[in-house]
């Protein structure tokens, strides 16, 4: 079983950043691929962005230039740094695991999720 624990969340203005944590519990992370999804009030939850085991990376277009994924095998923690946020980037911002490796946009292939984290961008 693997507990995934995000944190770095809150409020922040227009133009500003955030970096979102995800730190996982159990021996075999390395061999995770690790996803960000987020979701907003009234909306289905959407891909972000994810990284493979070996480190390959991918985004959703809507994020990329501004957010980057990274993960550190040693802490056993996967992040998120987010650049030049927009008030559109609100949502509760959810880490997961997948156990195939493989680094997909879709909620499926995930196995393990985090209770989430509130992101609010203020105009």
């Known amino acids: 079983q693997v507990q995934l624990t995000e944190s770095g969340g809150g409020l922040v203005q227009t133009g500003g950043s955030l970096r979102l944590s995800c730190a996982a519990s159990?021996?075999?992370?390395?061999?995770?691929?690790m996803g960000w999804f987020r979701q907003a009030p009234g909306k289905e939850r959407e891909f972000v962005s994810a990284i493979s085991w070996s480190g390959r990376t991918s985004y959703a277009d809507s994020v990329k230039g501004r957010f980057t994924i990274s993960r550190d095998d040693i802490k056993n923690t996967v992040y998120l740094q987010m650049n030049s946020l927009k008030p559109e980037d609100t949502a509760i911002y959810y880490c997961?695991?997948?156990?195939?490796?493989?680094?997909?946009?879709?909620?499926?292939?995930?196995?393990?999720w985090g209770q989430g984290t509130q992101v609010t961008v203020s105009s």
């Open positions: 159990g021996r075999t992370f390395r061999n995770y691929a």
């Open positions: 997961a695991g997948a156990t195939a490796g493989s680094s997909g946009s879709s909620r499926n292939e995930y196995d393990y």
